[in-house]
């Protein structure tokens, strides 16, 4: 199973305003993001992330996704039977055990303790033409220190790139 984290992020590493605002974000890096997710047929996100991203229109493009969402308290109300609940980044990909690629795709929390426990392959950064003060970083504070091994750049349009990391483990 190799494990991808695939993130929009400004060019100084926010992934959404402190008020949880990411509509600065464009339809061709969701399209690219959402492509991502599906290809692989699974996916991972935060408590938090899950409450937000069911609530956008363009979340009905993932229903045939299965989607696990990380809590460590049971979340409510999943609104797919084609949803689930892990207690941990490691029961989530167990829940994923099938698939060949898992994507985890945040927010801050929920990447911090994927690579606080060593269990990213692979990174994909979308970087939007963006800057703020103040907002929700790719990582939240850890304990963790990463080297990576860049595999690719490319353009999702011509204001946006794609940079695509190896975790050197
Ligand atoms: N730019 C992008 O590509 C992108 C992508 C995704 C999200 N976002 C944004 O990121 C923001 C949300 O990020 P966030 O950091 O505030 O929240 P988050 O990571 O989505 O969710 C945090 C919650 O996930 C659970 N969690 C995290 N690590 C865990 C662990 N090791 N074990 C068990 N549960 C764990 C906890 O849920 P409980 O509290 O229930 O225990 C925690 O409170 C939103 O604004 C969202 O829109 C942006």
Redesign the pocket.
């Known amino acids: 199973m190799k494990v991808i984290m695939y993130?929009?992020?400004t060019v100084n590493g926010f992934?959404?305003k402190q008020d949880?605002d990411?509509s600065w974000?464009s339809r061709e890096e969701w399209n690219s993001?959402s492509a991502a997710a599906r290809k692989a047929g699974c996916l991972i996100?935060?408590?938090?992330?899950?409450h937000?991203?069911t609530k956008q229109p363009e979340f009905s493009e993932l229903k045939d996704v299965k989607l696990v969402v990380?809590?460590?308290?049971k979340?409510p109300e999943l609104i797919s039977p084609n949803h689930n609940v892990a207690?941990?980044?490691k029961e989530a990909l167990n829940l994923l055990n099938d698939f060949k690629v898992v994507v985890v795709?945040?927010?801050?929390?929920?990447?911090k303790?994927f690579a606080e426990q060593n269990l990213i392959d692979e990174l994909y950064l979308d970087i939007e033409p963006f800057a703020f003060g103040n907002g929700?970083r790719l990582f939240?504070e850890g304990k963790f220190e990463k080297k990576l091994e860049l595999l690719g750049v490319k353009n999702i349009t011509k204001n946006e790139l794609q940079l695509h990391y190896k975790v050197v483990k």
Do not use: Q, W
């Open positions: 993130m929009a992020i992934i959404a949880d990411t974000i993001y996100i935060g408590r938090r992330t899950y937000i991203l990380v809590s460590k308290e979340v207690f941990s980044p795709a945040g927010g801050g929390a929920l990447n303790s929700i939240s």
